[in-house]
Nanobody
Framework: QVQLVESGGGLVQAGGSLRLSCPAS????????MGWYRQAPGKQRELVAQ???????NYADSVKGRFTISRDNAKNTVYLQMNSLKPEDTAVYYC??????????????WGQGTQVTVSS
């Protein structure tokens, strides 16, 4: 069993900051890439940022320069530091992890999501 649980979401004014966390727990052998996605009402889920096991990162153009993804491999945790938040960043944020479990099965796991609301 593997679980990802996001935390750190909430209500913030435009220009403010939030830091999301997502630890992965359970029968984990190794974790490859980890990432953050978001889904606003009536829209498709979209990539926000991704980080490989080696620390290489990739960002959506809309968040470049404002958001920073990082990970702590010892804690199997991925973070998303969000600064200069805008109302259009309002969405449910999901973390995911491409990992191999103790049965040596590789699959993509998702968290349950955390709401981020940015007021104008």
């Amino acid at each position: 069993q593997v679980q990802l649980v996001e935390s750190g979401g909430g209500l913030v004014q435009a220009g403010g900051s939030l830091r999301l966390s997502c630890p992965a727990s359970g029968n984990i052998f190794t974790i490859n890439a980890m990432g953050w996605y978001r889904q606003a009402p009536g829209k498709q889920r979209e990539l926000v940022a991704q980080i490989t096991s080696g620390g290489s990162t990739n960002y959506a153009d809309s968040v470049k320069g404002r958001f920073t993804i990082s990970r702590d491999n010892a804690k199997n945790t991925v973070y998303l530091q969000m600064n200069s938040l805008k109302p259009e960043d309002t969405a449910v944020y999901y973390c995911n992890a491409d990992l191999v479990d103790f049965t040596l099965t590789r699959r993509l796991y998702w968290g349950q999501g955390t709401q981020v609301t940015v007021s104008s």
